[in-house]
């Protein structure tokens, strides 16, 4: 897969992402808001490493009345994307691929699992997402099934660290599409800033 972008040039440390508080200004979240006209839905991203099979970090994709992106505790952010703790505004379709094709790499996949919902529990998942918080080190997997299990349809997602387990049983919910996207780019991250550098310049300017 060709890479379409991505975000810094430190390296990816999935197994313990760690994040900081973050406050967007109103004027930039209002700005990047991004309406797709799909069908409302809740995806969850799982990060797989090849070698055994342990997932490493989850993510959650909303989309509602604006479609957005829970990434607790990770190491994702493009400079075009306004953040309020761990909470990602204006995940345009490029955003999307930008996200899946930083973790998938020579040595992980990411697990896409989209289930449709309600506009009412979509709307639920993005307010209990903006409510969340700052995540702390290592808790990307307690946060996104403490959100998922607090949503109707949802319930039998247990609380719960390890992301593997809460794939498992997101995949079991009914009407759930599974989707794998595998890279072999290199762990490292290298070589992606002028790729980076060159998708944050604005279209009229290139």
């Known amino acids: ?10 390296p990816l ?17 209002a700005r990047a808001r991004y309406v797709s006209g799909e069908e409302p839905s809740i995806t969850l991203f799982t990060v797989v490493r090849k070698r055994g099979g342990e997932g490493e970090h989850s993510g959650l994709m909303i989309n ?10 990770g190491t994702w952010h493009h400079s075009t994307v306004p953040e309020r703790n761990d909470l990602f505004y204006g995940i345009t379709p490029r955003m999307r691929a930008f996200y899946i094709d930083y973790h998938a790499r020579e040595t992980y996949d990411v697990v ?3 289930v449709p919902v309600s506009a009412e529990v979509a709307e639920l998942a993005i307010r ?9 080190k290592a808790f990307c997997g307690n946060s996104v099934s403490d ?9 039998s997602i247990p609380r719960s660290f390890f992301p593997s387990k809460i794939m498992q ?7 759930v599409t599974e989707k794998i996207h595998v890279d072999g780019d290199p762990d490292n991250n290298t070589g992606i800033l002028l790729i980076q550098k060159e998708a944050e310049i604005p279209e009229t300017e290139k």
């Not at 897969?1 to 430190?10: C, F, H, K």
């Not at 508080?21 to 109103?26: G, L, N, R, S, T």
């Not at 049983?169 to 009407?175: A, D, M, R, S, V």
């Open 169 to 175: 049983k997101f995949g079991k919910l009914p009407g």
């Open 147 to 155: 959100i998922l299990n607090g949503l109707p349809g949802f319930e």
């Open 112 to 114: 896409e699992q989209r």
């Open 64 to 73: 509602g009345s604006q479609r957005v992106l829970f990434d607790p505790a």
């Open 1 to 10: 897969m060709r890479r379409l972008v991505i975000a810094l040039a430190l």
């Open 13 to 29: 440390f999935l197994a313990a992402c760690g994040a900081e508080p973050v406050w967007a200004p109103d004027e930039a979240v």
């Open 128 to 136: 209990k997402a903006e409510a969340y918080g700052a995540v702390n």
